[in-house]
């Protein structure tokens, strides 16, 4: 077996383990008890705080930056790449701002499964399951966008854990999220770069459907340590 091959496992095989460890209630991605000290200890503005972390967030999103993988995939222009992130961009700060500002709340859990679940769904677009089952493709724009949406109250609901001042409030939320933005376009250069190394190789097509594979098995992870979670809380 040639090494882009092996690289191609090896590649999915970690992306499990990270989705596996960001499921792990003491190692999910969320706000770090030093970080939530010093935002607790530190009322009004703090713009440099916040954008560190929301970098930070995203960076250590396992869950955000698999479903991005699976977005970019098959995208082979800069330009459609653009697109696709945009939406998500759109998507996921608004539902972030909006659920933290409006103060609307839902079970983390539950959240979280869904956005398990939107690694699953493109999994299966990537592998052409849903053209073979349904015969027909959902608008994956329209997907992106709305899995966008829960992303982004996934982001709202770990601030939401927060005692957060409403001292500046609005410009500590912009701040997080334009740390989040920086945060996945440092992840997804790295991502992209990766994948365009890959996509050189013979061992690309032949793997397409172990990759995929692996992704909608993490995904399945993700959704299964969520719910988990949830009956466990739930029972309580």
């Given at each position: 077996?040639?090494?882009?091959?092996?690289?191609?496992?090896?590649?999915?095989?970690?992306?499990?383990?990270?989705?596996a460890?960001?499921?792990?209630p003491a190692?999910?991605?969320?706000?770090?008890?030093?970080?939530k000290?010093?935002?607790?200890?530190?009322p009004?503005?703090?713009?440099?705080?916040?954008?560190?972390?929301?970098?930070?967030h995203?960076?250590t999103?396992?869950?955000?930056?698999l479903?991005?993988?699976?977005?970019?995939?098959?995208?082979?222009?800069?330009?459609d790449?653009?697109?696709?992130?945009?939406l998500?961009?759109?998507?996921?700060s608004?539902?972030?701002?909006?659920g933290?500002?409006?103060n609307?709340?839902?079970?983390?859990?539950?959240?979280?499964?869904?956005?398990?679940f939107?690694?699953?769904?493109?999994a299966?677009?990537?592998?052409?399951?849903?053209?073979?089952i349904?015969?027909?493709?959902?608008?994956?724009k329209?997907?992106?966008?709305?899995?966008?949406?829960?992303?982004?109250?996934?982001?709202?609901?770990?601030?939401?854990?927060?005692?957060?001042?409403?001292?500046?409030?609005?410009?500590?939320?912009?701040?997080?999220?334009?740390?989040?933005?920086?945060?996945?376009?440092?992840a997804?250069s790295?991502i992209?770069?990766?994948?365009?190394?890959?996509?050189r190789?013979?061992?690309?097509?032949?793997?397409?459907v172990?990759a995929?594979?692996?992704?909608?098995?993490?995904?399945?992870?993700?959704?299964?340590f969520?719910?988990?979670?949830f009956?466990?809380?739930?029972?309580?």
């Amino acid at each position: 077996m040639r090494f882009p091959a092996r690289a191609a496992c090896a590649v999915g095989s970690i992306a499990f383990g990270l989705s596996a460890l960001m499921a792990h209630p003491a190692l999910a991605h969320g706000v770090s008890s030093g970080d939530k000290a010093y935002i607790q200890t530190h009322p009004g503005i703090n713009i440099i705080p916040y954008i560190y972390l929301g970098a930070k967030h995203m960076v250590t999103g396992y869950d955000h930056l698999l479903f991005l993988f699976g977005v970019i995939f098959f995208l082979y222009r800069l330009k459609d790449v653009g697109k696709y992130v945009t939406l998500f961009a759109v998507g996921h700060s608004t539902t972030l701002l909006l659920g933290v500002l409006a103060n609307i709340r839902a079970d983390s859990f539950i959240v979280d499964a869904i956005i398990g679940f939107s690694v699953v769904y493109k999994a299966l677009d990537n592998l052409g399951a849903f053209r073979k089952i349904l015969g027909f493709e959902p608008n994956p724009k329209a997907a992106v966008l709305i899995f966008g949406f829960f992303h982004g109250f996934g982001l709202a609901t770990k601030l939401q854990t927060l005692s957060l001042s409403r001292e500046g409030l609005f410009a500590n939320l912009v701040s997080f999220n334009v740390g989040v933005e920086m945060g996945q376009f440092i992840a997804l250069s790295i991502i992209l770069i990766l994948m365009t190394l890959w996509r050189r190789t013979r061992s690309f097509e032949r793997n397409v459907v172990i990759a995929n594979t692996l992704l909608m098995t993490a995904g399945l992870v993700l959704v299964g340590f969520q719910l988990t979670g949830f009956a466990m809380e739930s029972g309580s």
